[in-house]
């Protein structure tokens, strides 16, 4: 190892001197007071960015609305129910109803083959292409209404009847609405909590919306589906493709407070549907005193 070292060191002596560029440095003078100077400036330039760093990450964070909240800001459980009573007892019928004949039959028609179930949604489906067009119209969007009446046309002639969804080919998507959409775009409140027998969870406008529905397919009676006896099987039919297509259990959960859940997530649900309504309908001006970007 020391051969090694002396070896390097001659090797460097003689390039040195060969090339005749050997050169002595020397090392700057000793100054501690002007050393010490400029590190105590070093250290305060250094504490200095770091206070400025910490106070813009607080401000960010008060612009980003880290406010306490307090239980008032917490949105209220609360649900008008002044029928609680009734639709308590109504809750228990559909129930047990639908654990002893609706669900088991809407498992036996699952079991069809998949076509047959398809074509039979899509049937309904058009046909409630017809109310969603009055709809439509009373809620003064004559293009959507325009829309669904093409879907219409379109599937009861070259989707047999209604039972192919053919118009989506032509990029016409399905956009149903009801008479409740309507009033609630005239500004009718969801009004109080109604469990309805078999159909389940609604609010007192959409059993209003559910009946005005009803009679306007039964007044335009499209191929005289709805009058007769044939109206019984159709509507029998159409229950049971949705409940199909339905998820819900009830009691599932196991929970003793289903019915308060339920009729909280369904008022609520509502609601916030209105609030998007009216919001698309009548979206908030720019402030022109607000910077951009905020």
């Known amino acids: 190892m020391r051969a090694a070292l002396c070896a390097i060191l001659i090797n460097l002596g003689l390039s040195a001197c060969a090339t005749q560029n050997l050169s002595i440095r020397s090392l700057p003078p000793e100054t501690p007071a002007?050393?010490?100077?400029?590190?105590?400036?070093?250290?305060?330039?250094?504490?200095?960015?770091?206070?400025?760093a910490t106070q813009g990450n607080a401000a960010q964070e008060g612009d980003r609305g880290a406010i306490l909240l307090t239980a008032a800001d917490a949105p209220s459980m609360y649900s008008y129910d002044p029928w609680e009573r009734l639709n308590r007892f109504t809750?228990?019928?559909?129930?047990r109803f639908d654990e002893a004949v609706f669900l088991p039959t809407a498992d036996q028609y699952r079991h069809l083959p998949g076509p047959i179930r398809s074509g039979v949604h899509n049937f309904f489906a058009n046909l409630d292409e017809v109310k969603t067009v009055v709809n439509y119209i009373l809620q003064l969007h004559p293009a959507a209404g325009a829309h669904s009446l093409g879907r219409f046309a379109i599937n009861s002639t070259i989707g047999v009847g209604g039972l192919l969804d053919v118009a989506v080919k032509f990029h016409l998507k399905r956009e149903p609405t009801g008479l409740s959409t309507t009033l609630a775009r005239w500004g009718m409140h969801p009004g109080p909590y109604l469990v309805i027998p078999i159909l389940g969870p609604a609010t007192l406008r959409d059993g209003v919306g559910l009946l005005a529905d009803y009679g306007v397919s039964y007044v335009i009676d499209v191929a005289h589906l709805y009058r007769g006896h044939q109206t019984w099987a159709l509507g029998t039919v159409d229950a049971l493709d949705e409940r199909a297509n339905v998820s819900f259990r009830y009691y599932a959960t196991g929970s003793p407070f289903e019915y308060e859940t339920v009729r909280f997530l369904y008022v609520h649900r509502e609601l916030i549907e209105d609030a998007a309504l009216h919001a698309t309908e009548h979206p908030p001006k720019h402030d022109p005193t607000e910077p951009a970007g905020r």
């Open 34 to 52: 002007a050393d010490n100077a400029t590190v105590i400036e070093n250290a305060a330039a250094l504490a200095a960015a770091k206070a400025s």
């Open 91 to 95: 809750y228990r019928f559909n129930a």
